[in-house]
């Protein structure tokens, strides 16, 4: 009774093709005895899908050969972040250090570890910031990198007017 009630499921609310209906019928029946009453389906337009209790895996109504591959995309956005955290991570050689690398922000210096250039810091601090308004701004910086960039961008600045 559960088979044929999930025939006329599939059939008349998902409209998936009575073709295609035997061919899940006939590779069912050569592989499970009760099969329409003790398997999951899925419908992907009008495409049934099914999970397999012997492998664990999703198969395709029409191809059950091929499985269907599940990503759990949850678990590859918490390992992406992990990843990009991981990234963002300085390490304590860079905190207070001002670098410049010709393939990092064309070239102009940077606090270490970051791509936040030293001149965008002497802004905000010709603009009145102090520096926890600076560490508001930047919140990945520390003290010493606000320190650090300013007093950069003040020996940088004495030089080329002087």
Known sequence: MVGLRTLALLRNEHRVSLQSLREVGKWLSDHYEAPWAELRFFVAGREVYFHDPRTGTHRSGRR???????????QVAA????EAERLRART?????RIVQHRYLSHNAPVIAGTRIRTEAIWHFH????????????YPRLTE?????AIDFERRRRARRAG
């Open 126 to 137: 010709e603009a009145g910031y102090d520096t926890c308004a600076i560490l508001r701004e």
């Open 64 to 74: 059950p050969e091929q499985a269907v591959i599940a990503i759990d995309l949850r």
């Open 79 to 82: 390992a992406t972040e992990a």
């Open 144 to 148: 010493r990198d606000v320190i650090a």
């Open 92 to 96: 304590t050689e860079e905190i207070g």
